[in-house]
């Protein structure tokens, strides 16, 4: 906390939960669920950078879920091709 009671750090949290079924509904991978956190500081001097700098962070955490998500996909589709 700042001398103004302002929070110095936060922690950014996304959570999702997901399965994978093919286009008859059959499941092809159980709920799983991913989480990604990261930490950030927020200097009260220069409010501006450090709110472009969360959305910065967010963006990148939402672009590593989507590739993570990807990645478990394409590996659940091989191992049902063999």
């Known amino acids: 906390m700042s001398s103004r009671g302002k929070s110095n750090e936060f922690e950014l949290f996304y959570r999702l939960d997901y399965e994978f079924a ?20 927020n200097d009260q001097q220069f409010m501006i950078a450090k709110d472009n700098e969360e959305a910065l962070i967010r963006n990148e955490m939402y672009q590593q879920a989507v590739n993570t998500i990807v990645n478990r996909a394409r590996v659940v589709l091989e191992a049902g091709a063999r």
């Open 22 to 41: 093919n286009a008859g509904d059959a499941l092809l991978m159980e709920r799983q669920s991913f989480e990604i956190r990261r930490e950030y500081y």
